[in-house]
């Protein structure tokens, strides 16, 4: 018992000396833990068999269970701290998939991975065609080009906003590239982010409408003809590209807010669109204000 008191002494100084040797209490522990509890192989000397030691062999084994407690419980804590470490990284991992999925499903044939003169975009893009099964005035059915920037912020419930350029014949690019856009042509012909684009609140979708505007066409335009349209046919083929639009390009902002504005002759465009769309599209979630 003498022994034992000196020795545990002499590992207190040793402490007391060198604070970084508190760390390996647990360690010193365990090897007494061991050296106490493990019977000897024979002929081996242990502390139990060494005459000199006035520490009957029951008090070595209560001192070596308490140690053994001692250390047992800094392992129960110590597993405790795992779990939760580990059980804190799931449920990170899990927000994190739940934010990964938040975002818009969207086409991937549709997805614009780069931009000339900037790169990856801002915000996640895509471009493409909306089929609009509707007859304009000559030139068979219509299929319009569209053009989304999502929201910077939670794009699965943010409004969608419809722009439309004017003209009659005026492409909806250039308002989305040089007005309201998240990227703006620059002096040098590139592109550059723009501070005030609508994307910091709302999903923006441009079409180029009518048919026979950029890249929008119609069925005779495939074999070197054109496309006629008037204000009615207009309406109703933008409509039929929207409703194509919710419904098989992107069925998740089918309950978002959808709102319709422009500038020019988009002063006809966007109250007949809206008649449109009330009269036969009421699928589609738009808001009028009276």
């Known amino acids: 018992m003498l022994r034992r008191q000196k020795r545990k002494e002499s590992h207190d100084e040793d402490a007391s000396a060198h604070p970084e040797l508190k760390d390996n209490t647990v360690l010193h522990i365990e090897r007494l833990a061991y050296n106490e509890v493990a019977a000897p192989a024979d002929g081996a000397h242990s502390d139990a ?41 799931t449920i990170l991992k899990m927000l994190a998939a739940l934010l990964s999925s938040a975002a818009l499903a969207s086409p991937a044939a549709d997805s614009v991975t780069s931009l000339p003169g900037y790169g990856t975009p801002p915000t996640p893009q895509w471009s493409g065609f909306l089929d609009s099964g509707v007859e304009i005035a000559k030139g068979g059915k219509a299929t319009l080009h569209y053009w989304l920037a999502s929201a910077e912020v939670a794009p699965e419930t943010a409004p969608v906003v419809l722009w439309l350029n004017g003209g009659p014949g005026s492409s909806s690019i250039l308002g989305m590239l040089q007005e309201h856009g998240p990227l703006i042509i620059n002096a040098t012909g590139g592109l550059s982010k723009n501070p005030y684009a609508w994307t910091t609140l709302v999903n923006l979708l441009i079409l180029e409408s009518p048919a026979g505007v950029g890249y ?8 070197g003809g054109g496309c006629e349209n008037n204000d009615n046919t207009t309406a109703a083929a933008a409509r039929g590209a929207l409703s194509t639009f919710f419904s098989t390009k992107f069925p998740e902002l089918k309950a978002n807010d959808f709102f319709i504005t422009g500038e020019s002759y988009a002063g006809v465009y966007v109250p007949t669109l809206a008649r449109e769309i009330l009269d036969n599209a009421p699928e589609i979630n738009i808001k009028v204000s009276t």
């Open 49 to 89: 068999d060494d005459p000199n030691d006035s520490c009957t062999h029951d008090e070595q084994r209560a001192v070596a269970i308490s140690d053994r407690q001692l250390l047992s419980k800094k392992k129960k804590n110590s597993g405790e701290l795992s779990h939760k470490n580990v059980f804190s990284s």
């Open 216 to 223: 929008s066409y119609c069925e005779a335009s495939l074999s």
